[in-house]
């Protein structure tokens, strides 16, 4: 019997679960919530109990429902959670945290004060919106390295553990060495490890264009010029609104002394990687990598750690100091940098003239590497005798008449989450869809 239970998010889930308005998550501008009659909407800390959620029915009806609290319409309480739980909130130097995914939150803390703000960085982060990729799971490529001029992928087994895979050329697709893991596709510190070692290798002479289009990783898996491009694009909304936090500040780039990773794609990526392509700054003297900091929040509110008013109290503390990137004209002028440097292959130098037109500083051109702590093994951190269940079949089917239906199975074959079935009944064919498993939009594979 559960009996209490503490939930965790982004903006955007935390108000599907209670089933609140999500429009003004859309809109930045005060004047278009005006018209669409949007009032302010409070997104504070809730409790409810199980009947209210789930029905009378639910063997929840009178399980306690805690839903964290949002700092502001656009920074969750998984950006709360990245705050108290790595030492950021104590530290007296210039520090900055980020929690890496679709919506990338950040803080950045100079003395006692701290600044927040967002980047609308897209699927692709996190393996959705590439040709080949997948969410991390049994068969994804999770990291490459550079072995004699060729590269050895990084593939997760069945237990999530990461083996050795191909060792392959890029550029021609021939297998040196062949694994016994075959890759099914490749997630986003994937697709960033690839991005970092052709720029550093010099097998993108210009960007967005690959050589002859692709980058081969072994068994029909590849990266095109789209999926650099798509990556491109959320890189540099990271990094634009990384640039903008010190710059809003009034803070020196080299003044950062402490960067902190969080979330799934912050805790498995190569720390140096995403550096040298700016998907963390490549200014910081230090780097550390934390697990999934949203949980582990949750855990602790659960079990008392942390009481809710301790979380209420920081939520209202840190609101005062919130920067919306949207309304912000540095960020704009960086991020069409950015775009310029990722889609046109606008060269670094020419980037930094744009800068310096608009009154802004360079890019700072470091040559250190950065001192890297990984404090986690896991993104999900468990005592050695707890054992971490995920609920995967959740009963969320979609079914629907399949037809012109020839039972090829592509789709299913090409579905990276095995969210697709084709079912026969009374003589028709239907596609069926575990819809919690679909990627929708940001995969289209199928």
């Not at 997104?43 to 306690?64: A, E, Q």
């Not at 986003?188 to 052709?198: D, F, K, N, P």
């Not at 969080?262 to 998907?279: F, H, M, P, Q, R």
Request: hydrophobic share 40%; proline share 3%; aromatic share 6%.
């Amino acid at each position: 019997l559960i009996e209490k239970m503490v939930v965790s998010g982004n903006p955007i889930q935390l108000s599907l679960f209670q089933d609140i308005e999500i429009r003004d998550l859309a809109y930045a501008g005060e004047n278009m919530q005006r018209r669409l009659g949007i009032k302010h909407i409070d997104r504070s800390t809730k409790i409810y109990f199980g009947k209210d959620v789930f029905g009378n029915s639910s063997d929840l009806k009178h399980c306690k429902i805690i839903v964290l609290p949002a700092i502001k319409h656009e920074i969750g309480a998984d950006a709360l959670a990245m705050m108290i739980k790595t030492d950021f909130i104590d530290q007296e130097d210039v520090s900055l945290v980020t929690d890496y995914g679709t919506n990338a939150e950040m803080a950045l803390k100079v003395g006692k004060r701290i600044i927040t703000g967002s980047a609308a960085a897209g699927p692709s982060i996190e393996g959705q919106g590439i040709k080949c990729g997948m969410l991390a799971s049994p068969g994804a490529i999770s990291d490459i390295n550079e072995e004699n001029g060729l590269w050895r992928t990084t593939v997760l087994d069945e237990n999530m553990n990461e083996v050795q895979g191909h060792l392959i050329n890029p550029v021609t697709g021939e297998i040196y060495e062949m694994s016994k893991f075959k890759p099914k596709g490749i997630t986003g510190t994937g697709v960033i490890a690839a991005i970092s070692l052709a720029l550093s290798m010099g097998i993108i002479k210009e960007l967005p264009k690959l050589p002859n289009g692709k980058l081969h990783l072994g068994n029909d898996i590849w990266i095109n010029d789209n999926d650099l491009s798509e990556a491109g694009k959320a890189i540099g909304a990271i990094r634009a609104a990384h640039l903008t936090l010190f710059i809003e500040s009034g803070v020196k780039y080299t003044d950062l002394n402490n960067m902190y990773m969080c979330g799934a794609s912050g805790t498995y990526v190569d720390a140096i990687k995403a550096s040298t392509i700016g998907l963390s700054p490549n200014f910081s003297k230090k780097v550390v990598q934390f697990g999934n900091t949203s949980l582990a929040l949750a855990r602790d509110v659960l079990l008392g750690v942390f009481t809710l008013d301790e979380i209420s109290y920081l939520a209202e503390k840190i609101k005062a100091n919130h920067l919306m990137m949207a309304l912000s004209e540095t960020f704009k002028n960086i991020y069409s940098c950015e775009l310029a440097y990722w889609t046109e292959g606008m060269p670094q130098e020419m980037y930094n003239t744009f800068l310096e037109s608009y009154e802004l500083p360079k890019l700072p051109n470091i040559a250190y590497a950065p001192i890297v702590e990984r404090r986690v093994l896991k993104d999900i951190q468990t005592k050695s005798n707890e054992k971490v269940m995920v609920f995967d079949e959740l009963d969320m089917v979609i079914k629907e008449e399949a037809r012109g239906c020839i039972r090829c199975e592509t789709c299913k074959i090409e579905c990276p989450e095995k969210a697709i079935d084709v079912v026969e009944s009374n003589g028709k064919l239907y596609a069926s869809y575990k819809a919690h498993k679909c990627l929708g939009t940001s995969c289209k594979r199928c």
